[in-house]
Every structure is written in structure tokens, then in C-alpha cells.
């Protein structure tokens, strides 16, 4: 299989998962609203895009609170990319920090128990 092949596979994988872990915390946690599957479906894509590319700037940047809080402010930047999703995505919405938090806690969750699941092999 081509390794541009394993690539897409792997990304597409990773989008529907966050999709699904959207979903579950959706469902779980009041607070969280979507108005449209198509919707849950662009938050779990910009997510992962805030994911892939601004949590590690961040994560740079609080790496003294990360360390001292032994990685428990790591939730509180989850937390943080998931409002800004609720910010740029409209029809998803994200009510208070608490329901933030509690969604970010149910995502990592999901993202963590099914993403081993998927292994790719180069």
C-alpha cells in the first residue's frame, strides 16, 4: 500500500474518531449542542485542525503549568480548543467553561479507548 495511501487512511480514520468522541460528549454532557450531523462532523475536522496545530504552540508556551500541575492544564487547553471550535463552527456550540472541560475530559476518553484500535504500519 502506498504511503500516501496509509496517510489519507490514517487521517481519515483519526476525523471520523474525533467525530465519534465529539458525539458521545455531545450526548453525555449538557451545554453541548449540535444542529446538524454536518456540523458535528466540521467541529471534529476544525478541532483536529486546532489540535494538530495550535495545542502544541500552546502547550510550548504553558509548559511550566503543565509540568507543575503534572499535565492536568493539558484539560484546560482542550478545553480551550474546544470553545474556539464552538467559536468558528456555527450550528455547534459550546455553553460555559465547566461543559468544556467536561467535554474535553469525554473526548480525550474516546480518542484514547478506540485510537488504539487503529495501529499504522510504515
Wanted: hydrophobic share 65%.
Amino acid at each position: 500500500m502506498p504511503v500516501m495511501e496509509l496517510v489519507f487512511t490514517s487521517m481519515l480514520f483519526r476525523w471520523l474518531l474525533t467525530t465519534l468522541a465529539v458525539w458521545v460528549a455531545v450526548e453525555l454532557v449538557p451545554g453541548v449542542h449540535y444542529d446538524r450531523w454536518q456540523t458535528l462532523a466540521v467541529a471534529a475536522l476544525v478541532l483536529g485542525v486546532l489540535n494538530s496545530f495550535v495545542k502544541p504552540i500552546l502547550a510550548f508556551f504553558t509548559l511550566p503549568l503543565i509540568v507543575f500541575s503534572l499535565g492536568l492544564f493539558l484539560v484546560c487547553i482542550n478545553a480551550l480548543l474546544l470553545k474556539w471550535t464552538a467559536a468558528l463552527v456555527h450550528g455547534f456550540s459550546v455553553e460555559s467553561w465547566g461543559a468544556a472541560f467536561l467535554a474535553s475530559i469525554i473526548i480525550s476518553l474516546v480518542t484514547m479507548i478506540f485510537g488504539g484500535w487503529h495501529v499504522v504500519r510504515f
